[in-house]
C-alpha cells in the first residue's frame, strides 16, 4: 500500500479537481477510467526525478486551465484557422492535448520547456507519439542563441502557465520580452496564463525552498504595469484583464486539514488574458 493510499485523507489526485484531466485521458488517450489513476502515478514519478516540482506532486498537469476562460472558443477557432498556438513553460503539453482534442490540428501548435525530458513524458501520458504533430523544443526562454529566437513574429497566441512566478521581478521582464518577441507584430496577438498571485505584489520564497532565492509575486494591478513597461521599452501596447481567484479548486478536502491543506486552500492566483493592439 503506498503512502499515498494510506493516507488518503491528503491524497493530492482525490482532493484536488482534476476532471478535466481525467476526462482527457479517457477521451483523448483511451485510457479506460478505472486505469487513469495508475498511469498517472507511473507518470508523476517519472517525472519527479526530471524535476520535483511540487505542482506535479499535486497533479497540476490535470488542472486544464485554458479551457476555461472566455478566449478559449477565440483561440480553437483561430487555431483551426491556421494560427500559430504556443505553450511556453509547457510541462507535458496538456493544454496543447486539449487543443487538439477539440479539434485543433496540432500541426499549428507549439510546446517549448527547459527540461527536454518533460516532452518525453508527455508523448508516454498522453499516448500519442505516432499522431501528433504538434513541435516541441527543449529551450531556455532567457537564451538569445535558443531556437526560440528562430520563432521571433511566428506566434499568434501563447499560453504561459504557471511559469512567471518562478522568477524574480527583472527576470519576468526578460521572459515577457521573449514572449512578446516570439508574438506576431499585429493587432490581436494574445497571451493567456495564470501564475501564482496575492492582494499585494512584492518578493516572496516559495514554500519549501532552502536556496534563500527570491520570487515576485504579483497583484493585478502590478502585473498591467509589467505589460505596461514592455510596451514602454518595445513601441507596442497592450491591454490586460486579470482576475485574482482561489489558486486550488478541491474536490473533497479532509475534516482533519493538514497545516499545509489550510495553506493552500488560501492561496491566491493570477488568470490573464493579454492583447496586443
Known amino acids: 500500500m503506498s503512502s499515498k493510499t494510506a493516507q488518503n485523507e ?6 484536488y479537481d482534476l476532471d478535466s484531466g481525467r476526462k482527457l485521458l479517457h477521451e483523448y488517450s483511451g485510457i479506460p477510467n478505472e486505469d487513469v ?12 526525478q526530471v524535476r520535483p516540482y511540487p505542482c506535479i506532486r499535486r497533479y497540476r498537469f490535470l488542472d486544464l486551465i485554458m479551457k476555461t476562460t472566455d478566449v478559449y472558443l477565440e483561440v480553437l477557432d483561430r487555431v483551426k484557422n491556421g494560427e500559430k498556438f504556443m ?5 507535458f503539453g ?6 487538439v482534442h477539440d479539434g485543433a490540428p496540432s500541426v499549428n501548435t507549439y510546446g517549448s520547456d527547459l527540461w527536454g525530458d518533460f516532452l518525453s513524458i508527455g508523448y508516454e501520458l498522453f499516448k500519442d507519439k505516432d499522431r501528433l504533430q504538434t513541435t516541441f523544443i527543449a529551450a531556455d526562454v532567457f537564451d538569445d542563441s535558443s531556437p526560440l529566437v528562430e520563432l521571433a513574429g511566428k506566434m499568434n497566441i ?5 511559469f512567471f512566478h518562478l522568477f524574480s521581478l527583472e527576470e519576468q521582464e526578460k521572459a515577457a520580452m521573449r514572449v512578446a518577441q516570439l508574438l506576431a507584430a499585429q493587432p490581436g496577438s494574445l497571451i493567456i496564463g495564470r501564475q501564482s498571485g496575492s492582494e499585494t505584489a512584492g518578493k516572496f520564497s516559495r514554500a519549501g525552498d532552502t ?7 504579483h497583484n493585478p494591478q502590478s502585473w498591467k504595469e509589467l ?3 514592455i510596451g514602454e521599452k518595445n513601441g507596442t501596447a497592450w491591454t490586460a484583464e486579470v482576475d485574482l481567484c482561489p489558486e486550488f479548486k478541491f474536490k473533497s478536502v479532509p475534516e482533519e486539514k493538514s497545516s499545509e491543506v489550510q495553506r493552500l486552500m488560501s492561496v491566491k492566483g493570477l488568470r490573464y488574458t493579454i492583447r496586443r493592439l
Open 87 to 91: 505553450d511556453l513553460g509547457c510541462c
Open 158 to 162: 501563447i499560453y504561459v502557465g504557471d
Open 211 to 217: 536556496s534563500g532565492r527570491k520570487h515576485f509575486q
Open 10 to 15: 491528503e491524497d493530492p489526485f482525490e482532493m
Open 37 to 48: 489513476k495508475n498511469h498517472v502515478e507511473l507518470i508523476q514519478t517519472k517525472a519527479l
Open 227 to 229: 505589460w505596461e513597461r
Open 94 to 99: 496538456q493544454e496543447i492535448r486539449q487543443l
